[in-house]
């Protein structure tokens, strides 16, 4: 929707006292974060082919043997595999995470994950321009104020219907909170109750659980997905 004259003259008149109250919390929480900094690139960087492999294993082969993979080198992700269904598969590094997760830094975090053409035109142009940033030595502060300029020039995407993903793999790590986790697929919708999603994991031993995130905490028009994880009961 639009905004009106004077709701948008009243948002610009805040938003440099915004950016800079988030910038200085994010200094703030790094300061006792697990992780305050960016550990050497080295740490981050996969041996070329086992990356490969590890990000096809988010999907099942029927989809992931025909889908780009999409592996990170010393100057950003890059292209490893040409795919042939529009499904893109990748190994996501920590800095996908929101930008105050206390993981954000963490060198072993791995989440291999294998987007449908939905999901991989809104996903994967924040990952890429997060690694952009990052590569470039941003700091979270500039990172942040760097990715709002983005979605406020509309240089980033916006969410379609019909996104979801796979991270159906065994062998990632996905956060020191919750290591390997549960396989599980994520759906991807504007902001909604998770019990509206019930009907979408009814699935023998299978339960759905919600989880609402921000696409990017710098955006300021309130965009919102929301993760709904099928996974196994127990």
Same mark, same amino acid.
């Given at each position: *929707?639009?905004?009106? &004259?004077?709701?948008?003259?009243?948002?610009?008149? @805040? %938003?440099?006292?915004? $950016?800079?109250?988030?910038?200085?919390? $994010?200094?703030? =929480? +790094?300061?006792? %974060?697990?992780?305050?900094?960016?550990?050497?690139?080295?740490?981050?960087?996969?041996?070329?082919?086992?990356?490969?492999?590890?990000?096809?294993?988010? &999907?099942?082969?029927?989809?992931? =043997?025909?889908?780009?993979?999409? $592996?990170?080198?010393?100057?950003?992700?890059?292209?490893?595999?040409?795919?042939?269904?529009? @499904?893109?598969?990748?190994?996501?590094?920590?800095? !996908?995470?929101?930008? #105050?997760?206390? #993981? @954000?830094?963490?060198?072993?975090?791995?989440?291999?994950?294998?987007?449908?053409? /939905?999901?991989?035109?809104?996903?994967?142009?924040?990952?890429?321009?997060?690694?952009?940033?990052?590569?470039?030595?941003? !700091?979270? &502060? =500039?990172?942040?104020?760097?990715?709002?300029?983005?979605?406020?020039?509309?240089?980033?995407?916006?969410?379609?219907?019909?996104? *979801?993903?796979?991270?159906?793999?065994?062998?990632?790590?996905? !956060?020191?909170? +919750?290591?390997?986790?549960?396989?599980?697929?994520?759906?991807?919708?504007?902001?909604?109750?998770?019990?509206?999603?019930?009907?979408?994991?009814?699935? /023998?031993?299978?339960?759905?659980?919600?989880? !609402?995130? /921000?696409?990017?905490?710098?955006?300021?028009?309130?965009?919102?997905?929301?993760?709904?994880?099928?996974? /196994?009961?127990?």
């Amino acid at each position: *929707m639009q905004r009106k &004259a004077l709701r948008t003259i009243a948002l610009r008149s @805040f %938003a440099p006292v915004v $950016v800079l109250a988030a910038a200085w919390q $994010v200094q703030a =929480q +790094d300061a006792n %974060a697990p992780y305050p900094s960016m550990a050497p690139l080295d740490q981050y960087l996969m041996e070329r082919n086992a990356e490969i492999a590890l990000a096809r294993s988010a &999907a099942p082969e029927s989809i992931s =043997q025909d889908a780009e993979v999409m $592996v990170l080198g010393r100057h950003g992700y890059e292209t490893a595999a040409k795919g042939k269904n529009g @499904f893109v598969c990748v190994v996501e590094r920590s800095w !996908s995470a929101g930008i #105050d997760d206390p #993981d @954000f830094w963490n060198p072993k975090l791995r989440a291999p994950i294998c987007f449908n053409p /939905p999901a991989a035109r809104f996903n994967l142009p924040l990952t890429i321009k997060k690694t952009e940033l990052v590569l470039a030595a941003r !700091s979270k &502060a =500039q990172m942040f104020e760097d990715i709002k300029a983005a979605f406020d020039k509309k240089e980033l995407p916006t969410l379609e219907s019909g996104a *979801m993903c796979y991270m159906m793999s065994k062998q990632g790590y996905l !956060s020191d909170r +919750d290591g390997h986790w549960h396989p599980h697929l994520m759906f991807f919708a504007p902001l909604t109750d998770p019990a509206a999603w019930a009907q979408a994991c009814r699935f /023998p031993g299978f339960r759905v659980q919600g989880h !609402s995130e /921000p696409t990017d905490p710098v955006s300021d028009s309130g965009r919102q997905v929301v993760g709904r994880h099928c996974r /196994p009961r127990g």
